[in-house]
């Protein structure tokens, strides 16, 4: 093995050390006597079934990215390339698309009730899951027994408002007067905190800025001037005859100043680091955050307090018309006993809950409150009214199945409740964004079926030939690198780096474009 040796010198504690680094190695080592030899190329495996891909084994094993369920072909590796190299070969590609999908209705209308006065949903009766109904057909009877009673005991009985109306009078009374009040403290602060800001910024910091340098400043001077001591006194000793021991001493004392010297320095830039960096921007936040509070307590006081005093007035005025008002309150429960009679919008079939990505996972949840006594809740979808003729597909897709999709692409499909029936799909739609899980929705037409009873919920498996080519140059995905420019690259046998150019990327293989020719050796991923 041939290696480049770089040297480096380094001086730590007196001592002089020499450093020797070996370097990458640029070409693999001599196949030794009782090495094994080269495996023979495998024989290339039958078609992969949906979410796996097939490939002719390889030394290394190549682990299929988990955001795909794709199956990709590649053509098995040449057997006569060196030891510890890879010989480029052109041969079948394949990658194809599997995908899990689920029926759903593209004509459906949630059920769910919204009174505006009662709130008490408690059930006496409803049709089962998958019921079929007519329009007009009532799907759920509701106890109103008690909103009955309460629409009688409110038109026999007439509230008596004079104590509430004594004291919503008081009430107006002071809030007039502390209105203004409130006010002007509020504009006053806020003026204050805008001064104290604008002083900061203008004198305060830099000051404070200022006086950080000067200190490390004096720092950086203290510790000139001791060493500039103790090189006068070195040279000065050297010429003169004064005694050993006499030299040692003064000159021990001038070292000691400059360590202290260079320790003080050290402290010092390490507070002014500390200063500039934390201290001052925390105490410029503080004033920052000072002054937008209290901009944001005038704004509220300027908004809120006023329309508090008119809440008060209309309140007080309000209160001589509690006859009127108990008025309309029987006419909204009237109302909602209308409203909670639930009948079939349009012919169906009744399904329990609402569907949720294609899911009705809800349903059973849902279906413990259908029953005598459950309790149902406001604008909860409790019901689904689906038409089973214009049914549609959904899946949810990763990123890689995301990017291979195409507009209007036809897909074949098999049912799972119906495996012998035929369908093909296309493509409609795909959601921009994606969902917790990195899954996007996908959206699917059905084109042709021979299937019959096809219901929302089913499963589909949708299937879709997204590359083939007979004569793809691949190379396994791990040889391929990127540079920091973004460019890809693969390393040549002899440690060249060579850019190329990528198409399709299978599992295991990603197709080369250009920068590689059949019969190129690569190194081994």
């Known amino acids: ?24 190695a640029e070409t693999p ?4 006597s009782n090495d094994k030899p080269a495996e023979k190329p495998a024989v290339p495996t039958p078609a992969a079934a949906p979410g796996q891909v097939k490939t002719a084994p390889a030394k290394s094993p ?27 070969k052109a041969g079948p590609m394949e990658v194809r698309i599997s995908l899990d999908a689920v029926l759903v209705a593209e004509e459906k209308t949630e059920i769910s009730v919204a009174p505006k006065e009662w709130a008490d949903l408690t059930v006496l009766e409803a049709l089962p899951h998958g019921s079929v109904v007519k329009k007009g057909d009532l799907l759920v009877t509701l106890d109103l027994v008690k909103l009955d009673e309460t629409i009688d005991a409110l038109k026999r009985a007439r509230p008596s408002a004079e104590l509430d109306l004594q004291m919503a009078g008081q009430e107006f009374t002071a809030l007039s007067k502390s209105t203004p009040m409130s006010l002007a403290a509020a504009r006053r602060s806020k003026m204050q905190a805008e001064q104290d800001l604008a002083w900061y910024e203008d004198k305060g910091k830099p000051s404070d800025e200022k006086d950080v340098a000067e200190v490390v400043k004096n720092y950086e001077d203290y510790l000139s001037y001791a060493q500039e001591e103790l090189n006068q006194l070195e040279k000065m000793y050297k010429a003169d005859d004064l005694t ?14 400059v360590e202290r010297a260079k320790w003080r320095l050290e402290v010092g830039r390490m507070n002014a680091e500390r200063q500039l960096n934390t201290s001052i921007p925390r105490e410029h936040t503080a004033y920052r955050d000072a002054a937008e509070r209290e901009e944001i ?14 809440k008060k007035e209309r309140e007080l005025a309000e209160l001589s018309k509690q006859f009127e008002l108990a008025g309309k309150k029987i006419a909204d429960l009237e109302a909602d006993r209308k409203h909670l009679e639930v009948r ?10 609402a569907a949720a990505r294609g899911s009705w996972a809800g349903a059973a949840l849902v279906e413990k409150k259908l029953v005598p006594g459950g309790k149902l809740l406001a604008r909860e979808v409790f019901m689904t009214v689906v038409n089973p003729s214009k049914l549609g597909l959904q899946a949810n897709i990763g990123e890689t199945e995301r990017n291979r999709l195409r507009r209007d692409v036809i897909l074949t499909g098999e049912i799972k409740a119906i495996p012998e029936a035929m369908l093909t799909a296309k493509l409609k739609q795909i959601g921009p964004v994606p969902y917790g899980n990195n899954t996007f929705d996908a959206f699917f037409s059905i084109e042709k079926t021979d299937a019959e009873g096809l219901y929302p919920g089913m499963t589909c498996k949708l299937a879709y030939e997204a590359f083939r080519s007979e004569k793809a140059l691949t190379v396994p995905r791990e040889a391929l690198r990127r540079a920091d420019n973004g460019t890809r690259y ?12 990528t198409g399709i990327f299978g599992d295991k293989a990603v197709e080369i474009v250009s920068g590689l020719k059949e019969g190129d050796e690569i190194l081994q991923p």
């Open 490 to 501: 693969v390393l040549l046998g002899n440690g060249e780096k060579r850019e190329v150019k």
């Open 344 to 353: 079939a919008p349009h012919d169906g079939v009744l399904y329990y809950g």
């Open 62 to 88: 190549v682990t299929t990215p988990p955001d795909t369920k794709s199956d990709a072909k590649v053509a098995p590796k040449e057997a006569d390339a060196k030891p510890g190299l890879l010989k480029v």
């Open 1 to 24: 093995m041939k290696l480049k040796h770089s040297v480096g010198v380094c001086l730590f504690g007196g001592c002089l050390l020499l450093l020797s680094v070996a370097a990458t």
């Open 297 to 310: 307590n005038w704004r509220k006081s300027e908004a809120v307090l006023p329309d508090t005093l008119k």
């Open 244 to 257: 050993e021991e006499t030299e040692e001493i003064v000159l021990k004392r001038a070292r000691a100043d």
């Open 29 to 32: 080592p001599p196949a030794k």
